[in-house]
Every structure is written in structure tokens, then in C-alpha cells.
């Protein structure tokens, strides 16, 4: 993914949020004004349920591809007759 330092944790950053606390706790008063009926609020939750499915697939994947690029990495190496240093032509 060619990421740079701490570059792959931004997903987890919010820079524009000073104080988390106060800003969870402004976001679950503002969703408890909501007025909506328990039909929409199941319906809420039942997307929120999918898009967190779908986020845990696609880090799966993600770290399916890591491990495999790794393995074939690793693979190479161990298979590859002459490495620097190595006395074997």
C-alpha cells in the first residue's frame, strides 16, 4: 500500500474533533432527540449491522492479502539459490 509512518492509522484520527469525550457524548444526545419510531430505529441498526459486516470482511481480506504477499516474500527468499553473502554460485 506504500504507506508512509503512521499513515495507516489516519483511518483511526479525527483531527477536527478537539474533545472526544464531549464530542460522543453531544453525538448521543443529538441521535436520542431523534424522532423516530422503533420501525426505522430497527432499521438503523439492521444497516449499521451490515456495514460493520462488510467493514470485517474487507479488513479479512486485507490482512489475507498481506499474509499472502508475505508468504511468497518469505518463499522467495528461502528459495532463491544466491543471496549476497552467500558462498554457493
Known amino acids: 500500500m506504500n504507506l508512509r509512518g503512521d499513515d495507516g492509522l489516519n483511518f483511526y484520527e479525527f483531527k477536527l474533533i478537539e ?8 453525538y448521543s444526545e443529538t441521535l436520542n432527540k431523534l424522532p423516530i419510531d422503533q420501525k426505522i430505529a430497527d432499521n438503523i441498526i439492521e444497516e449499521a449491522n451490515e456495514a ?30 544466491v543471496r549476497k553473502g552467500s558462498t554457493e554460485d
Open 19 to 26: 474533545d472526544e469525550k464531549l464530542f460522543k457524548k453531544s
Open 52 to 81: 460493520f459486516a462488510y467493514n470485517m470482511n474487507m479488513f479479512r481480506e486485507l490482512e489475507g492479502n498481506l499474509i499472502s504477499v508475505l508468504g511468497r516474500i518469505v518463499f522467495n527468499f528461502l528459495t532463491k539459490k
